[in-house]
């Protein structure tokens, strides 16, 4: 009994815990959003980047409250949580469009440079359009795979900047528009009144909240436990290359599970913040797991793109071949993410020096 009133978590301390945490986020939801709407409209380069840095804060705080939602929902009010979670799951993926794909682009272009050994793509290259019926491995003046490469790397790469460009401009107008729209109005009221009152439940009082982040932790392990990490110790993967150059494009399905595995690691942690708050103890595992899980993520996605850039009608085999390059390189970087997070996450059995 002693030890229950030390926990901060235990009887009815269990609901001022969760509420002031709900009620901080939903304060930082609504100071990014000012200073958004104080930022969004200038042109100067200051004003760009804080607005950038307003929209990373308002995807932070919704995160945050969607994912808390989910995890201690037995403590809330059940009609206004299940209505509250979705609203901020689009906002939240609405806001994070532009970013991720400014990010792609950097991320491809720079892969493009490394592979073919070159700071800058080479404007006397040959234009690779010129011969359009000639395969990139029958070019007898060229003497290697890597000058090969860099023959379709500028076409390649300026095909990724104008798709991924495009794909950039329509994500932050989408953006713009939400912002603006009533949907939008309705989630940021919510949070309003989120930041002052919090629905909890009266069950809240008598049970902790230990039990539920227990369940977060539990989920989270078993999902990882169902993942192929003795597989992950090889760097080829032959199945996931043949997959993502083919003709269907869907989803490469070796990375739903450890996309999955990102998601519950993210509640598990949000989970955390509300047990310990600022005092939370840094967890190097986790925030090594995490890291990883985030290079395979930023990986898979650049490496469909490449799949995607490579199955436009009509570019030059020397183009195609580029982009093929690419996208082994990418999804050789999904495998090296996949060793990572293994060794991250097989760190606490085997323990540190």
């Keep these: 009994m002693a030890q229950q009133h030390l926990d901060p978590t235990a009887g009815p301390v269990a609901g001022d815990t969760l509420a002031a945490y709900l009620q901080a986020q939903a304060t930082e939801f609504l100071r990014a959003l000012r200073q958004h709407r104080e930022t969004g409209g200038t042109t100067a380069t200051n004003g760009v980047e804080e607005a950038v840095d307003a929209a990373r804060a308002l995807r932070r705080s919704a995160r945050r409250i969607s994912g808390t939602l989910h995890t ?6 059940e009609g206004w949580s299940e209505g509250m979670r979705p609203e901020l799951a689009w906002l939240s993926g609405t806001l994070a469009r532009e970013h991720a794909y400014g990010a792609r682009l950097e991320r491809l272009l720079a892969a493009l440079h490394r592979l073919s050994g070159s700071s800058a793509f080479p404007a006397q290259a040959a234009d690779p359009d010129a011969h359009p019926g000639t395969h990139p491995g029958a070019r007898a003046q060229l003497p290697s795979e890597k000058g090969a490469l860099t023959v379709g790397a500028a076409k390649a790469g300026a095909l990724l900047e104008r798709q991924l460009t495009l794909a950039r401009t329509r994500a932050h107008s989408a953006a713009l528009q939400a912002l603006g729209s009533s949907r939008f109005h309705a989630v940021a009221d919510n949070v309003a009144v989120l930041a002052s009152e919090v629905p909890l439940t009266a069950s809240v009082s008598t049970t902790g909240l230990k039990p539920l982040a227990a369940a977060a932790d539990e989920r989270l392990c078993d999902a ?3 993942l192929p990490l003795i597989t992950a110790g090889h760097p080829y993967n032959a199945e996931a290359l043949v997959h993502g150059l083919s003709a269907d494009t869907a989803p490469q399905p070796q990375d739903s599970p450890w996309h999955q595995v990102r998601l519950l690691l993210r509640l598990h942690r949000y989970a955390r913040e509300v047990l ?18 985030d290079r395979h993520r930023d990986a898979a996605e650049a490496a469909a793109a490449a799949a995607s850039a490579a199955r436009t009608p009509r570019i030059a085999p020397a183009t195609a071949y580029a982009l093929g390059v690419l996208h082994a390189d990418q999804r ?6 996949r060793f990572a997070f293994q060794r991250a996450w097989m760190r606490e059995t085997v323990g540190t020096p």
Aim: hydrophobic residues 50%; without cysteine.
């Design 72 to 77: 201690f929902r037995p403590f809330l009010d």
């Design 276 to 293: 310990f708050g600022d005092e939370a103890p840094v967890d190097v595992r986790l925030l090594t797991a995490g890291q990883a899980l």
């Design 332 to 337: 050789h970087e999904v495998e090296a993410a």
């Design 224 to 226: 990882v436990a169902g």
